[in-house]
Nanobody
Framework: QVQLVESGGGLVQAGGSLKLSCAAS????????MGWFRQAPGKERDVVAT????????YYADDVKGRFTVSRNNARNTMYLQMNSLKPEDTAVYYC??????????????????WGQGTQVTVSS
């Protein structure tokens, strides 16, 4: 098993920045990839960004490209999401997730085995 703990959420004005962290513990050696997802009230949980744990290959949803950066520190078993130029529509609960399996992509919630508890990001206009 893997335990995931997110931190770094909060309230920020439009145009501001936040950096989320996701600390993993447990069987971290079994992780193939990790991802950030977000879910706004009444909406589905959507992928934001993903990163493979060994090679560091990344994927970004179209609406965050150029504004968000996903990274990882393998030594600290931590994944990050640097969010710049935040918009009110980025407001959501942000979740990190870990996958123990190899897939050709990691863009859907079904590809992930473990989830964090979520952290609220609120962007005011």
């Amino acid at each position: 098993q893997v335990q995931l703990v997110e931190s770094g959420g909060g309230l920020v004005q439009a145009g501001g920045s936040l950096k989320l962290s996701c600390a993993a513990s447990g069987r971290t050696f079994s992780i193939y990839a990790m991802g950030w997802f977000r879910q706004a009230p009444g909406k589905e949980r959507d992928v934001v960004a993903t990163i493979t744990w060994s090679g560091g290959s990344t994927y970004y949803a179209d609406d965050v490209k150029g504004r968000f950066t996903v990274s990882r520190n393998n030594a600290r078993n931590t994944m990050y999401l640097q969010m710049n130029s935040l918009k009110p529509e980025d407001t959501a609960v942000y979740y990190c997730a870990a996958s123990f399996h190899y897939y050709s992509s990691y863009r859907g919630p079904a590809e992930y085995d473990y989830w964090g508890q979520g952290t609220q990001v609120t962007v005011s206009s």
